[in-house]
């Protein structure tokens, strides 16, 4: 099993490189950083330009095959993934805000599988009736509305709760109250009060992918024979459907997680701008507005390992479920 | 045929056109179960008055998505600007219809061709395997691995290049959603069509010597048929989703473009003063992906090889009475 888990490792590290270069390349072919310093005042002259970039290892008159030489070589030997325009060091900067990025998504993804998983197992083993209706109809209902539509609804909600209260309960931007002071007790309530909503906001749309998968997979298990003759040696249907259904219904959804991984991080893109979260996603738009061709590869490479981590959690998710697998 | 074009020369030409006359005779039934399903229809009517007020709906007003209305800038729906006017005083309602178009556009166009570059690419990799299989593969798993939003970010983002600079940013959206909207469909081809390859109708195509061109057109496709429409309506509701969503946080479509996601998002900082600028495009929005949302249901229904329904086209109702005899 570890042996095959290494093998897809290595596959996954291959093609983060292949991507994280695929995104080198458009990065330098299209963000120009030189366009954006003629609007400054004083205007700097083009020499003037040049020579900052030089400095900072963004020389634009070098060709892009010899600026990905360049970057490729700080990478790997120095693990150091470049300058910005402005003059700041990716890594120091990366480094906060992927903190800041895992902690509002880890809480989100793990809420987001249990809820949908645990939804998904009750609604199949009530279907039709009104429960099932109304939580299908629901996750149907999230499918047709975009992540960040979903998020800003979200949002005016509840601006609308603390308005009709009159108190500040929730707070729908940014990540802490700046300047707050205070006991541990104090500074954990502020915190509670910032990832209430976002958290919220993406679970609610994040699980109803989850629950039509596995409603789905439970509900074509459910009718199979050895679910049948499990019921007919004297077990109830849920006996049945716990000991049996469940698990093989859940291959598909734990194969599923590696695609749905990514899409919550898209998500969290779109959270991270709407609520004002300082995190990668948004860094990441505001760097390719900027034309900051170090930071968009770089968050791009980001994206890529998050996907890997997914594809490979359930890689080893499956192998924990399917026998089949486990054999091999 | 011409009877079929009387009924509803819509949905047979949409027929027409994906199935592409191998499965001629199933389409009546396909049809019939079809229009059984009223959501449906309901759907597909919803979408078709959409399209149809998107492209002619420009005539019924007097004002156009360029003139500015000085006398009434930010005002609310009145008789004289069916939806209001925006913050610059432009008519919402000829926003709105050109909004729509863009965004119907872009996803029908995206929801079709990436359909169709699965079922080349999904079926070159089964028919081939192999090597073939395997490089092939290799692609389209770093292709997912890549986020699309930040690609479409650098894509879109302003900037002096020639290519931006030449083409519209609906045109550049179309062209970065196909890149990376057609993965998925293409790897559930590749696994259906691998498992097609082992029945038995095609070993003994096999065996009586019949190319293998010919037993992919035959005997793969129409097998898959029922997945590519599902696949578009699918891929058209994905492609306007994105649209919207891109467009929202300001990347995609750019202004002077429109598209719904450009009037959402710019309504968006407030929607406590000028309500209708948001919830408008909004319900639109809901309109569009709705009916194709109630659409692929009665499609699911009607293209379903496995149902043999005469009566009733709902699978639901045959899991219904299966399990009340069960109880």
């Known amino acids: 099993m570890f042996r095959y888990l290494a093998k897809r490792a290595a596959t996954y590290l291959l093609m983060i490189f292949l991507t994280t270069t695929a995104g080198y390349f458009l990065a330098v072919s299209t963000l120009q950083p030189a366009l954006l310093e003629q609007e400054r005042m004083p205007r700097p002259t083009p020499e003037q330009v040049t020579n900052s970039f030089r400095l900072k290892g963004l020389d634009p008159t070098l060709s892009p095959w010899e600026r990905y030489l360049d970057w490729l070589t700080a990478v790997v030997t120095r693990w150091d993934w470049g300058r910005s325009p402005n003059g700041a060091f990716i890594n120091a900067e990366f480094g906060d805000r992927v903190w800041i990025s895992t902690r509002l998504f880890l809480a989100s993804i793990v809420l987001t599988l249990i809820i949908g998983v645990a939804l998904g ?24 509305v975009p992540a960040p539509i979903a998020y800003f609804l979200v949002q005016l909600g509840a601006i609308n709760v603390n308005e009709s209260i009159g108190e500040r309960i929730f707070f729908v931007t940014g990540i802490s109250t700046p300047g707050l002071e205070g006991n541990a007790w104090v500074q954990f309530v502020d915190m509670l ?7 919220l906001a993406i679970t609610l749309v994040g699980w109803g992918t989850y629950q039509i998968a596995q409603r789905q997979y439970l509900l074509d298990n459910v009718n199979a024979d050895f679910v049948r003759t499990a019921r007919a040696k ?30 919550i991080f898209a998500g969290g893109f779109f959270a991270e701008k709407i609520f004002a979260w300082p995190g990668v996603g948004s860094w990441s738009i505001d760097a390719i507005a900027l034309q900051d061709v170090n930071a968009a590869t770089a968050t791009l490479a980001y994206g890529s390992v998050i996907f890997a981590i997914g594809a490979i959690l359930a890689d080893f998710a499956t192998t924990l479920v399917d026998p089949r697998v486990r054999v091999q | 045929m011409t009877n079929l074009n009387a009924i509803d020369p819509a949905a047979v030409a949409e027929e027409a056109r994906i199935e592409n006359d191998v499965v001629i005779a199933k389409s009546s039934i396909i049809l019939r179960r079809f229009l059984r399903n009223k959501t449906a229809v309901a759907g597909l009517v919803i979408f078709l008055a959409l399209t149809v007020l998107s492209f002619v709906g420009g005539f019924f007003s007097a004002w156009d998505k360029e003139t500015i209305d000085p006398f009434n800038i930010g005002m609310p729906p009145s008789a004289e600007h069916l939806l209001g006017t ?18 119907i556009l872009i996803g029908l166009v995206v929801g079709l061709v990436s359909v169709l570059i699965a079922a080349v690419y999904g079926c070159t990799m089964a028919y081939f395997g192999g090597k073939v299989d395997k490089v092939m593969l290799f692609v389209l798993e770093a292709l997912i691995m890549m986020p699309a939003l930040l690609v479409v970010a650098v894509a879109t983002s302003g900037g002096g290049n020639g290519l931006r600079e030449n083409l519209p940013s609906w045109l550049l959206l179309i062209i970065v959603l196909l890149v990376f909207s057609w993965m998925g469909t293409a ?46 309506t699918r891929g058209v509701t994905g492609a306007i989703l994105a649209e919207v969503a891109f467009s929202f946080i300001g990347i995609g479509i750019k202004v002077p473009d429109v598209s719904l996601g450009v009037l959402i998002g710019q309504a968006t900082s407030q929607v406590a003063t000028f309500p209708w600028m948001f919830w408008v495009p909004l319900m639109v929005m809901f309109l569009l992906t709705g009916s194709l949302a109630m659409m692929n249901d009665g499609l699911r229904d009607a293209f379903d090889p496995s149902s043999s329904s005469v009566g009733s086209a709902k699978t639901g109702k045959k899991y219904k009475t299966a399990k009340k005899k069960s109880k």
């Open chain 2, 86 to 103: 925006s913050q610059a005083g432009i008519d919402l309602y000829a926003l709105m219809v050109e909004g729509t178009r863009i965004s």
């Open chain 1, 193 to 199: 009060a910032h990832y209430t909503v976002p958290t």
């Open chain 1, 234 to 263: 004297g077990l109830t249907r849920n006996q049945a459907i716990t000991r049996h259904a469940l698990r093989v219904s859940f291959i598909p959804v734990a194969q599923s997680i590696a695609f749905t991984i990514p899409a």
């Open chain 2, 187 to 232: 790897r559930l081809i590749r696994s259906l069509s691998m498992s097609l390859m082992q029945r038995d109708f095609v070993k003994a195509a096999q065996y009586m010597g019949v190319p293998a061109r010919r037993i992919v057109w035959r005997h793969l496709v129409p097998n898959i048929g029922s997945l590519l429409v599902l696949d578009i």
């Open chain 1, 121 to 144: 197992v009750y609604t199949a083993a009530r279907q039709y009736k009104f429960q099932d209706r109304v939580i299908t109809s629901y996750s149907y209902l999230v499918y047709i």
